[in-house]
């Protein structure tokens, strides 16, 4: 097998955007088609997406026990279920976005929820495999890291094409037009199928681990194991508090600048700009992870981003562009939780391989899945009670002042308590500060070699 390379790098970065252009283009427009073409109450949305997404969390876990359970037939143990899974994720994604407007109420209810779940369960079974394969594709630190990195490139690609185009293709005299996320579903969920099968060709599975005992998994024994890795629980209540702050400011993102700047298309500029700060961040935060850490500059840097925010919710800015370049600069500080964070998981497998002698890949991964989907359930549902809480009037053309400033305030609000919460979560529970990580991989080096001659020694 060819050693790691820049062409793992950049189909594990193609695997990130297949992913992106169907998660994350319904994470950013479904809640906003539901609510704005659909005309569906934002109460009922967000009840809607705190259940379904509650269900995919559950899933998680079940679907990696079936991914550790798979064996390695010579094709890879993950790469498999990304190739069988792709194209039914795709197919679920376009049919979320179809415009059921004219049936009756309770009918777009149930048409949202069957296509939500059918959709996440897809999803999930392309999710875990895909994020789990990073940490049997190196178990160097640097390239694990440049994994991770590039991993946020793809996101970072699917963003900044979509933050420009959306705006300028959802919406004609600041109104959603129907028809034009149909088609921008279909065409993401094409390029998200060939990234995917990309992934597929280029990524290759080459840590060589001592083979696992012909036995039946424990499984409440796994659960009991994962319980006590303190890496793995800092990452997911750190990632789980971040991603709710987060996914509540995204999603109230479209409506701050529909109906507090006043016009929804500037956003596209603010995607423009998200390329200096993205590639600002990608090609920096590696001189700044090896000199401070992974925890350390996370950390280090989000807690600027929370000091800024705050000053912004005493001091309102009526100035789109003079926000976009903050909010820009702000984005630089806290793109460690979306860069780092894989990484992290990575490290969490480790820790979890060291500490208990079984390394289950595919578990480990989904139980941070897990949390991370019950992150997106709340997000998703508190996003849209805010809205509701604010006062919104989906079949109202124009906000009043009074919501548009509610919208402010919520907004800016949710960005200080979301990643000020995370990182005190993050220094006191996550262990692997930059010197530990280090100690933990050499501790798990050797005794990898260990397991290895021992098994070999057994054979002869």
């Given at each position: 097998m060819k050693p790691?390379?820049?062409?793992?790098?950049?189909?594990?970065?193609?695997?990130?955007?297949?992913?992106?252009?169907?998660e994350q283009f319904r994470a950013m427009f479904l809640a906003v088609f539901y609510t704005l073409v659909l005309k569906?109450?934002?109460?009922?949305?967000?009840?809607?997406?705190?259940?379904?997404?509650?269900?995919?969390?559950?899933?998680?876990?079940?679907?990696?026990?079936?991914?550790d359970s798979h064996k390695n037939t010579g094709k890879g143990k993950?790469?498999?279920?990304?190739?069988?899974f792709a194209l039914p994720t795709a197919v679920m994604c376009v049919l979320g976005f179809v415009n059921v407007s004219n049936w009756a109420y309770?009918?777009?209810?149930?048409?949202?929820?069957?296509?939500?779940?059918?959709?996440?369960?897809?999803?999930?079974?392309?999710?875990?495999?895909f994020g789990t394969l990073s940490s049997v594709m190196t178990d160097d630190a640097n390239q694990r890291t440049d994994l991770s990195r590039y991993r946020s490139l793809g996101g970072t690609i699917f963003m900044t094409v979509i933050v420009i185009a959306g705006p300028l293709f959802f919406y004609k005299d600041n109104q959603p037009v129907a028809g034009n996320f149909?088609?921008?579903?279909?065409?993401?969920?094409?390029?998200?199928f060939l990234c995917l099968m990309v992934t597929c060709s280029w990524c290759k599975e080459r840590v060589v681990l001592a083979p696992r005992p012909k036995e039946k998994m424990n499984y409440v024994s796994i659960i009991k194991d994962v319980s006590r890795n303190k890496a793995l629980l800092g990452v997911m209540l750190s990632s789980f508090i971040g991603i709710v702050g987060a996914g509540m400011v995204n999603a109230l993102n479209t409506y701050l600048f529909k109906d507090y700047f006043g016009n929804v298309k500037v956003m596209s500029i603010s995607g423009m700009l998200s390329v200096l700060w993205s590639l600002i961040a990608f090609f920096g935060i590696k001189y700044a992870v090896?000199?401070?850490g992974k925890k350390e500059w996370i950390m280090g840097s989000a807690l600027f981003s929370v000091l800024v925010f705050a000053v912004l919710f005493f001091f309102p800015i009526n100035d789109a562009m003079i926000f976009i370049i903050i909010n820009g600069i702000c984005y630089m500080g806290v793109s460690g939780f979306q860069i780092l964070i894989w990484a992290m998981v990575n490290d969490s497998i480790d820790y979890h391989e060291l500490t208990t002698g079984e390394r289950n890949e595919g578990i480990v991964y989904s139980f941070y899945t897990f949390f991370r989907k019950l992150a997106n359930a709340v997000s998703g549902s508190m996003g849209s009670f805010?809205?509701?809480?604010?006062?919104?009037?989906?079949?109202?053309?124009?906000?009043?002042?009074?919501?548009?400033?509610?919208?402010?305030k919520t907004y800016t609000a949710i960005y200080v308590v979301g990643y000020l919460a995370a990182v005190l979560v993050l220094y006191f529970l996550y262990p692997l500060t930059k010197k530990k990580t280090?100690?933990?991989l050499k501790a798990l080096a050797d005794k990898r070699e260990a397991a290895l001659e021992s098994q070999q020694k057994s054979e002869a």
């Open positions: 790691f390379s820049m062409k793992d790098k950049l189909g594990y970065t193609l695997g990130d955007l297949g992913n992106c252009c169907t569906v109450n934002p109460v009922h949305v967000g009840i809607l997406m705190l259940i379904t997404k509650f269900w995919d969390a559950i899933n998680d876990p079940i679907i990696g026990a079936l991914v993950f790469i498999p279920w990304i190739r069988a309770g009918a777009r209810i149930i048409y949202m929820f069957v296509s939500y779940v059918t959709y996440e369960i897809f999803y999930t079974c392309v999710n875990v495999p149909l088609i921008m579903s279909a065409i993401c969920a094409a390029i998200g090896k000199a401070f805010a809205l509701a809480i604010a006062g919104y009037n989906v079949n109202a053309a124009v906000q009043t002042e009074q919501v548009a400033g509610n919208i402010w280090a100690e933990m």
